[in-house]
């Protein structure tokens, strides 16, 4: 039963853009050099937007984890960065979720704190429009009207905003990789990236 | 091309197709972006689910939290897959849908209906290969002619190979350890990817990424480890000395691994393998059968990547290869020496 596009977007909005930032650090943690890590959840997102369904999936943080892995693996294979030895490089890679994420019931507080705390982390006039548009649900034509702008600009403002946000989503928790795993960092360093 | 500039141009599309319908030429540069790079679909969707995300912040606030985030399409159902059944249970009784003491009735009913294990089952059609998630976030890849069932609960995640073969991409879950019988055997993995196929005889078990622990049910023994790049055949227990080895575990390199598991991507890899064997193989995804009239030309070795679902190129191309004679009909494709 094919589901529409809406329907993968809702479901992807609340099950997965939520628990990217866990993601990415995970990945992060195991030494994937940053750039790697933009192709890796972008690889993630194609494979998501092929499903033909998604309504049985209750648990979509477990479905980016394994995908993301996935798609990881994939690149390591196929260009040959890292020969897996031993046992331990591979628990490095794979890319275990330690944290189960939160509970349901706080989920939906946390998810509704960050999305008013990106919104207000916009610079104006960004921060304006994203209030008026996505919390108040003002159409583009009246958020220009009361800005006395025009549309047109005010949709390169929408872009830019939006564009800040994705940032946002991706996290910004840089935290070093612990020194066992600097092993891989260095592997794909000698064979020249990054 | 960069992933970033994927990101940065799906952010303007995703804000230009939600103010409304693009005009013909915006539509064929739309068209034109996503077919520039395939990744962009994905950087599309994040952008637009991004927006999606923030909308959310509206339909939540309308909630006031005291209730169960179970209101409108875009509220998402992150709950785990074996219901907080006593949870829901409540939520139902305080909007009363049923009122007073039935409410509680209902709720129980409903609480003990949630608790229950979910049952999934995925079977595919003869030559189909179907690449689905299960509820748990892993992924299984269902082979040809294949059944699986899938039965999660709080504690266990159950799969059963009914028949034929899937490779499974597991997701990692300490809590849970996930279990695919095949048969009497049994494999138990945490998070890791491996495949199981049941054939004649026994299951055949190739572990793709991490270890996972193999034991049939009437052994005593302690279960057989699996790990990466490896692959074990346990023997059906039925009809044979049950003192036979176990397993005959056989240490593989990543190259052999991927071509066994070619049927993923559809194809079928042989590196030396028989035609017999290639042949073997592809009957398993075709309606149309091949036959090899030749028991010499049977055993001769085949090097290459072949359609699993082209058996008329199969058969052409080893027509050509071995001098052979092929011949087609509606019911299926017999290969000859020439000269026959």
């Not at chain 1, 030494?31 to 690889?43: A, F, K, L, R, S």
């Not at chain 1, 960004?126 to 919390?135: A, L, P, Q, T, V």
């Not at chain 2, 209730?67 to 509220?75: F, I, K, L, N, Y």
């Amino acid at each position: 039963m094919r589901q529409d596009r809406a329907e993968l977007v809702a479901w992807v909005a609340g099950n997965v853009v939520p628990h990217e930032s866990a993601v990415r650090d995970k990945l992060r943690s195991v030494g994937v050099p940053e750039y790697e890590i933009d192709d890796i959840m972008q690889d993630a997102y194609l494979r998501i937007s092929h499903l033909d369904s998604v309504a049985h999936i209750r648990n979509g943080r477990g479905y980016l984890f394994t995908v993301a892995r996935s798609a990881m693996l994939l690149r390591v294979r196929r260009e040959r960065i890292v020969r897996i030895d031993s046992l331990s490089d591979y628990d490095e890679l794979t890319l275990a979720d330690d944290d189960p994420g939160p509970e349901r019931h706080a989920a939906a507080r946390i998810d509704l704190e960050r999305v008013h705390r990106m919104i207000a982390s916009l610079p104006s006039p960004c921060r304006e429009i994203f209030e008026m548009r996505r919390i108040e649900g003002v159409p583009q034509r009246e958020i220009a009207a009361r800005m006395g702008v025009s549309e047109h600009i005010v949709e390169k403002l929408s872009a830019r905003g939006l564009r800040l946000i994705l940032k946002a989503i991706a996290g910004g928790n840089r935290e070093a990789a612990s020194p066992a795993k600097q092993r891989i960092e260095r592997k794909l360093r000698d064979v020249g990236f990054e | 091309m960069t992933s970033a500039s994927n990101d940065s141009e799906a952010a303007d599309w995703a804000i230009r197709r939600e103010n409304g319908p693009l005009s013909e030429p915006e539509q064929r540069a739309f068209e034109t972006w996503l077919a520039g790079d395939e990744r962009r679909a994905g950087a599309l969707l994040r952008a637009d689910a991004a927006l999606a995300f923030l909308d959310r912040g509206r339909a939540l606030a309308g909630l006031g939290f005291n209730d169960a985030p179970h209101v409108s399409g875009h509220v998402p159902d992150s709950e785990p897959e074996f219901g907080d059944g006593i949870e829901r249970a409540h939520w139902l009784s305080r909007r009363k849908l049923v009122g007073g003491g039935m409410a509680a009735l209902v709720a129980v009913g409903i609480a003990g209906f949630l608790a229950l294990p979910r049952t999934e089952r995925i079977v595919t059609q003869l030559g189909e290969i179907k690449r689905t998630p299960l509820a748990d976030g892993s992924v299984a890849t269902v082979n040809t002619a294949s059944r699986i069932t899938v039965a999660m609960s709080k504690n266990m995640r159950n799969v059963s190979l009914d028949d034929g073969e899937a490779w499974f991409e597991v997701a990692h879950d300490r809590t849970r350890p996930f279990v695919v019988r095949a048969g009497d055997v049994s494999i138990r993995a945490v998070g890791t990817a491996f495949s199981v196929r049941r054939t004649d005889g026994g299951v055949d078990i190739l572990v793709t990424e991490g270890v996972v622990e193999a034991w049939r049910d009437d052994q005593s023994t302690t279960p057989s480890r699996i790990a990466q790049g490896e692959r074990a055949f346990v023997a059906d227990a039925k009809g044979r000395d049950v003192n036979i080895a176990q397993n005959a575990v056989v240490v593989r390199t990543d190259s052999e691994i991927d071509r066994t598991l070619a049927w993923r991507n559809g194809d079928l890899a042989l590196n030396g393998e028989t035609l017999d064997y290639a042949v073997e193989e592809l009957n398993r995804y075709n309606r149309r059968k091949i036959i090899v009239g030749d028991r010499e030309l049977g055993r001769s070795p085949i090097v290459g990547y072949f359609k699993v679902n082209e058996p008329d190129n199969f058969a052409h191309s080893v027509a050509s290869l071995f001098n052979a004679r092929a011949q087609f009909s509606q019911e299926g494709i017999r290969i000859d020496t020439n000269g026959k």
